[in-house]
């Protein structure tokens, strides 16, 4: 019992609004220490209303007046006119009641409770955050009845949709917004479980339709939203992927691009391999057959069919030895070098191929041409090139030019190449030195050759640019520094 009043005693301490405990006539019997807070402890016996208010009668609004004629608890709200807080006071009162159901005393217990106005001014500020929180989504957000009325359509819905938030609010159905039956397909997933849960779907790839017809990739995330067991209205975040799935072609279509450059290296590579395996061989050929012609006395005939073989086998070798001249792998060395005998080298390679074989070549090649300086391996890679590139412009009929000159100043040459395609359409033209840039088909191109041609051109301090008109042909011009317009060293070999 006694443990029970002091646990009884603690409550009321405990209890951080203020309460007080009065006689009938209004004199102060208890009060916990909330209550008394700045007041002198000694206040039993005082009249409450003269404590708590400086009153000398019971205030008006007291509701342990009421209390005390009813026997029953009441109520009272009140503004506190000092404090600017928007809060309302609350004196809630109730009887403690005798035996014989006499009020002994009423309890008074006094807090706060916030306005009306209080309440509503926050619901209106926390609509207006919801409401923005919405609108600056960076997904569309668009929400429905279950009749398909939209009520939330935000500026990206807007966007991605085509039509205007109000077009949307006052005639759009959410129905509208898919093809065929996928808007049926989306709440069927919606209502099953397999899709993030009951009412729930999570990244859910579905086609989305814009205004004018036109279908677009989204990921969406939706959910339905009940009333109790009530279906009311359906939610949606959608994501536009069309970025994301460009990026992600891009990105595939780089990769696949990469692995053709490196075929072709190796590739590069495999030819130069073979080349040397063939040079054996072939010196054996050529000097058995001479061995043939100079030993035994033979008819005219057979000296004629073995001198052909000579002369095949002597073509052999060259060409050999230019596949080797020209894949040899070296660090870079900047030489003096003939810039006309690099252009034959080239075309001699290239000039038995398929693809040249209804190409006519006119070489305009400058006599006593002053050494150019560059590195050989790369000033190959450049012409090769350029003039395959003109080739395939003229898918292997026309007429390719390739001119040299000096400039007057001596310290620069010039090499042009042309051809009689169908030129370089306005369009492309400024994209052709990117690496990756191709017009040709997937697998016929891997957009790095004109990108490497810049690379070599700017790492010889040279300039290149192009004239071209569609229907027109092509020519590259590539300006190049003579050894003397760098430092004067001879030609090698
Ligand atoms: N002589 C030319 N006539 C017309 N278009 C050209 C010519 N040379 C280059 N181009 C255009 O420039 C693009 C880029 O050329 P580049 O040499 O970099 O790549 P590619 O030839 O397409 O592929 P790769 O050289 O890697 O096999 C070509 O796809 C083509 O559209
Ligand atoms: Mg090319």
Known sequence: MEYENSIKCKAIEAFRKKLVIISRDYKILAANQHALKDLDEKITGELCHEIFFGLTTPCKECPATEVMQSGRPAVRHFQNDTDKSEKIQCLYSYPILSKDNQTEGIVVLDFEVPTLGFLEDKLRRSNALLRNLILSSVDAVIAADISGNIFIFNDVASEISGYSVHEALTQLNIRDLYPGNVAFLVMKKLRS???????????????????????????????????????????????????????????????????????????????????????????????????????????????DDLNRILKDAQRCRDTVKELLEFARQTRQEMQAHDLNKAINRTLFLLENQTLFHNIRID????????????????????????????????????????????????????????????????????????????????????GLGLSMVYGIVENHGGKIHTLSRPGEGTTFIIELLTAEGNNGEKPSE
Do not use: W
């Not at 058995?288 to 012609?293: A, G, R, Y």
């Not at 026309?398 to 369009?427: M, N």
């Open 193 to 303: 479980e397999e899709f993030g849960g009951k009412g729930k779907l999570k990244s859910y790839h579905v086609d989305f339709m814009r205004k004018t017809g036109k279908v677009i990739p989204i990921s969406l995330n939706a959910s339905i939203i009940y009333e109790g067991q009530k279906e009311v209205a359906t939610i949606g975040f959608f994501h536009d992927l069309r970025d994301e799935l460009k990026m992600k072609k891009e990105l595939e279509k780089a990769q696949s691009q990469l692995l053709q450059a490196e075929k072709m290296a190796s590739l590069g590579k495999l030819a130069a391999g073979v080349a040397h395996q063939l040079n054996n061989p072939l010196g054996g050929i050529t000097l058995f057959t001479q061995l043939v012609l100079e030993d035994y006395d033979l008819p005219e005939k057979a000296k």
């Open 363 to 446: 070489k305009q090649l400058a006599p006593s041409l002053p050494p150019v300086h560059g590195d050989i391996q790369q000033l190959n890679h450049l012409l090769m090139n350029i003039i395959l590139n003109a080739a395939e412009a003229m898918e292997g009929n026309g007429t390719l030019t390739v001119k040299t000159e000096r400039c007057e100043d001596k310290k620069r040459l010039l090499i042009a190449i042309s051809d009689t395609g169908p030129g370089i359409p306005d369009h492309v033209r400024p994209n052709i030195f990117e690496p990756f840039f191709t017009t040709k088909e997937p697998g016929k191109g891997t």
